[in-house]
T-cell receptor
């Protein structure tokens, strides 16, 4: 079975600063995708960034980047130049390639961006 | 593209009653998923459709739960004889899947169920 662990229930960062959210996962599979999703208060979950396990290069999307360490089964999210609109729950998620079905989510990290 | 829509946004029901939720996916998406999210937890997979076929069901989906996608478009999730433990946010998501490849999942706003 696959598991995803987010060990930081809550984090806080000042506007314009950088914050890193951690995620570890466990699987015996070799081909999979990893995701970070953002769920703002009372709003829908949206995809922030995606990483294919076979790619060594870390994915980046504007202010968001990941540090993917396959051997360590670690997948952290770095948010640079934090903005008030980044305040949300962030979920790390995992899917095995070819299963075309269920994502396995972590328990989430609540990020608060302050002035 | 109006996104994934779910109805109702909130539902309060008494224990023992039946409830039904609806999900309208993005129109060209052939795959539709239902997840359940309880407070302080990440979403948990319930079931998945490709077009009108229900291809996978989680062990979380007891026999009181039934999902349909009759014409491969919208989907309904029914819970019979609701229990307090059913209180949760029910999320619907859709994607465009071709073979083993999926576009990223697009989620709806969810239906928050409270069973009293």
């Amino acid at each position: 079975a696959q598991t995803v662990t987010q060990s930081q229930p809550e984090m806080s960062v000042q506007e314009a600063e950088t914050v890193t959210l951690s995620c570890t996962y466990d699987t015996s599979e070799n081909n999979y995708y990893l995701f970070w999703y953002k769920q703002p208060p009372s709003r829908q979950m949206i995809l922030v960034i995606r990483q294919e396990a076979y790619k060594q290069q870390n994915a980046t999307e504007n202010r968001f980047s990941v540090n993917f360490q396959k051997a360590a089964k670690s997948f952290s999210l770095k948010i640079s130049d934090s903005q008030l609109g980044d305040t949300a729950m962030y979920f790390c998620a995992f899917i095995i390639t070819g299963t075309a079905s269920k994502l396995t989510f972590g328990t989430g990290t609540r990020l608060q961006v302050t002035l | 593209d109006t996104g994934v829509s779910q109805d109702p946004r909130h539902k309060i029901t008494k224990r023992g009653q039946n409830v039904t939720f609806r999900c309208d996916p993005i129109s060209e998406h052939n795959r539709l998923y239902w997840y359940r999210q309880t407070l302080g937890q990440g979403p948990e997979f319930l079931t998945y459709f490709q077009n009108e076929a229900q291809l996978e069901k989680s062990r979380l989906l007891s026999d009181r739960f039934s999902a349909e996608r009759p014409k491969g478009s919208f989907s309904t999730l029914e819970i019979q004889r609701t229990e307090q433990g059913d209180s949760a946010m029910y999320l619907c998501a859709s994607s465009l899947g071709v073979g083993s490849m999926d576009s990223p999942l697009h989620f709806g706003n969810g239906t928050r169920l409270t069973v009293t």
